[in-house]
């Protein structure tokens, strides 16, 4: 079965911290997709990110960096020098091509509520 | 319209009457999704369609129907409301597995 796993509940850090925010993941798949979506308190759901199995190259963009390793079923995500804007729940989730009955379905990680303090 | 819409964005309803959440998209996706969300439990599928014609349960379908008539319209009903039907819904889009999903902003419901 597929599952994502976000263990860090809640993560709080000062101002221009960096800090990591863990994705585990589970699946038999051999194709799959990863992705980080961003839920600030507003309350929309804001796409950051998808990265497929077979490309294990590190990603940045800006402050966000994301850690893909295969070996350790992990993809996770780290904000360089945060700002207060960045607190926010980040959700992790997985989509597998063989796994599900459908192709289109995503497996949601639990969320990692990040506060940022001044 | 651009991406996906919902309606209403807020309601408050009286337990045992009948309510359908709309969710439109202009992007042509071939699935769409219903979710709920609330405090400390994340995101739970409710109901699914991965193209018109076709609906699936989710994690959470009891209490809940949908029906996909068209590619661009997934309406979720409530036939009969209930207070733990309070959350906050989330229609989703998708054209692709590889691509994610698109979130409308969200119905805040309160049932009474």
């Known amino acids: 079965a597929q599952k994502v796993t976000q263990a860090q509940t809640e993560i709080s850090v000062v101002e221009k911290e960096d800090v990591t925010l863990d994705c585990v993941y589970e699946?038999?798949?051999?194709?799959?997709?990863l992705f980080w979506y961003k839920q600030p308190p507003s309350g929309e759901l804001v796409f950051l990110i998808r990265r497929n199995s077979f490309d294990e190259q590190n990603e940045i963009s800006g402050r966000y960096s994301w850690n893909f390793q295969k070996s350790t079923s992990s993809f996770n995500f780290t904000i360089t020098a945060s700002q207060v804007v960045d607190s926010a729940v980040y959700f992790c989730?997985?989509?597998?091509?063989?796994?599900?009955?459908?192709?289109?379905?995503?497996?949601w990680g639990a969320g990692t509520k990040l506060i940022i303090k001044p | 319209i651009a991406g996906i819409t919902q309606a209403p964005t807020s309601q408050i309803l009286a337990a045992g009457r009948r309510m359908t959440l709309r969710c439109t998209q202009d992007m042509r996706h071939n699935a769409m999704y219903w979710y709920r969300q609330d405090l400390g439990l994340g995101l739970r599928l409710i109901h699914y369609?991965?193209?018109?014609?076709?609906?699936g349960k989710g994690e959470v379908p009891d209490g809940y129907s949908v029906s996909r008539a068209n590619t661009d319209d997934f309406p979720l009903t409530l036939a009969s409301a209930v207070p733990s039907q309070t959350s906050v819904y989330f229609c989703?889009?998708?054209?692709?597995?590889?691509?994610?999903?698109?979130f409308g902003s969200g119905t805040r419901l309160t049932v009474v």
């Open positions: 989703a889009s998708s054209g692709d597995s590889g691509f994610g999903y698109t």
């Open positions: 699946t038999r798949d051999t194709t799959y997709y």
């Open positions: 989730a997985l989509s597998g091509l063989e796994e599900m009955d459908s192709n289109y379905q995503l497996i």
């Open positions: 369609s991965n193209t018109a014609g076709t609906t």
